[in-house]
T-cell receptor, first 112, second 114 residues
């Protein structure tokens, strides 16, 4: 079946370093992708999104890259801070269905 | 705060109880969603209410019953639940007619079924 998945379930980085969280998707019809951050005890929080007609989008300290050739999405966090520790999900929107399909998440831990 | 509130935040119930979860959105959105989040599993879409239309995941048991009286309020009625229904239940909302479907989530209700 088609799915959204994450390459690594956990990622540990030193404070101040850059983080890269990866996501693979298999549905070439998906036209919209979102990254969410979920801190312990809270609901998922929107971080950044990107449409399939783009390959890069930047926000504040975050960049999302989309490679449609290999169906790969990544989230880059610059100068990672302790407050960035959370689970990060990617989600895809499969066109006419207009419903999001979520990956299982990557736990990011920022080390002092 | 995302503009989506959920009550209660925590709920413990027995298998014979009846309870309801409430969600309210203050974002002017026209679609609302219920998700189930279990440990180490992707978010599972349960129900969607969009422009007064209801869409449901056919795998959701009938012991879960949604109600959407208007575009700002969403309920999930629970009855005769099973221990495996223990999970975090998340509500979300979005604006579906603006070309993007970014969903904004509430904090969730942590449900424990004894």
């Amino acid at each position: 079946g088609e799915s959204v998945g994450l390459h690594l379930p956990t990622l540990s980085v030193q404070e101040g370093d850059n983080s890269i969280i990866n996501c693979a998707y298999s549905n070439s019809a998906s036209d919209y992708f979102i990254w969410y951050k979920q801190e312990s005890g809270k609901g998922p929080q929107f971080i950044i999104d990107i449409r399939s007609n783009m390959d890069k989008r930047q926000g504040q300290r975050v960049t999302v890259l989309l490679n449609k050739t290999v169906k790969h999405l990544s989230l880059q966090i610059a100068a990672t801070q302790p407050g960035d520790s959370a689970v990060y999900f990617c989600a895809e929107n499969r066109g006419s269905a207009r419903q999001l399909t979520f990956g299982s998440g990557t736990q990011l831990t920022v080390l002092p | 705060e995302t503009g989506v509130t959920q009550t209660p935040r925590h709920l413990v119930m027995g298998m014979t109880n009846k309870k309801s979860l409430k969600c309210e959105q203050h974002l002017g959105h026209n679609a609302m969603y219920w998700y189930k989040q279990s440990a180490k599993k992707p978010l599972e879409l349960m129900f969607v209410y969009s422009l007064e239309e209801r869409v449901e995941n056919n795998s959701v048991p009938s012991r879960f019953s949604p109600e959407c009286p208007n575009s700002s309020h969403l309920f999930l009625h629970l009855h005769t639940l099973q221990p495996e229904d223990s999970a975090l239940y998340l509500c979300a909302s979005s604006r579906r007619d603006r070309g993007s479907d970014t969903q904004y989530f509430g904090p969730g209700t942590r449900l424990t079924v004894l």
